[in-house]
């Protein structure tokens, strides 16, 4: 079958540095993307991987493994404003996007 | 720019009861068009997508359906209403002619069933 495994729960201090792993296992591989999700609210797109390495975007990377089924999503400077769910999701041999139940993460002044 | 539209935000319905939620998207034609659930503290579940007008792929049998009567709007549907319906529903549209199909989300519906 199809998995995505995520934390459940992070914790971190502002300003500080946190990854969020994913670990993934699914039929074919076309791409792995994050999501936010702040409570109550949609997810919002964060970044898209299907290459191996890391794809920067200011405070935020995200890094791909494919032969490991593997990636993170690194925050940097952590601000009271990144609380919240991040989602990891992988298209699969059938273009379907395959979602993870995500993390929550709490920051702590 | 495209933008996606759903409405309501919150629904209150008691069981038994009918259910139409709409979701537009401006900007853009021919969108890839989708419905998610979740669950309090859950990961989403893909209800339906569709690909084109009148085209509609269920992914979870449910009683609930899924209609593209126009390029740019998708209902869902429900002729009776269940406890287990309530839940947080997400309509989500995305464009693969770049080879990179990005979902964008609208703001959601909470539904309770009471």
């Known amino acids: 079958g199809q998995n995505i495994d995520q934390p459940t729960e992070m914790t971190a201090t502002e300003g500080a540095i946190v990854q969020i792993n994913c670990t993934y296992q699914?039929?074919?591989?076309?791409?792995l993307f994050w999501y936010q999700q702040h409570a109550g609210e949609a997810p919002t797109f964060l970044s898209y991987?299907?290459l191996d390495g890391l794809e920067e975007k200011g405070r935020f990377s995200s890094f791909l493994s494919r032969s490991k089924g593997y990636s993170y999503l690194l925050l940097k400077e952590l601000q009271m404003k990144d609380s919240a769910s991040y989602l990891c999701?992988?298209?699969?041999?059938?273009?379907?996007?395959?979602w993870g139940a995500g993390t929550k993460l709490i920051i702590k002044p | 720019s495209q933008t996606i539209h759903q409405w309501p935000a919150t629904l209150v319905q008691p069981v038994g009861s009918p259910l139409s939620l709409e979701c537009t998207v401006e900007?853009?034609?021919?969108?890839?068009l989708y419905w998610y659930r979740q669950a309090a503290g859950r990961g989403l579940q893909l209800l339906f997508y569709?690909?084109?007008?009148?085209?509609i792929s269920s992914e979870v049998p449910q009683n609930l359906s899924a209609s593209r009567p126009q390029d740019r709007q998708f209902i869902l549907s429900s002729k009776k209403l269940l406890l287990s319906d309530s839940g947080f529903y997400l309509c989500?549209?995305?464009?693969?002619?770049?080879?990179?199909?990005?979902?964008?989300f609208g703001a959601g519906t909470r539904l309770s069933v009471l």
């Open positions: 569709s690909v084109g007008i009148g085209q």
């Open positions: 991987n299907v």
């Open positions: 900007g853009t034609s021919n969108p890839n």
């Open positions: 699914t039929s074919g591989f076309n791409g």
């Open positions: 999701a992988v298209t699969d041999s059938n273009y379907q996007l395959i």
């Open positions: 989500a549209w995305s464009y693969s002619r770049t080879g990179v199909d990005i979902q964008y």
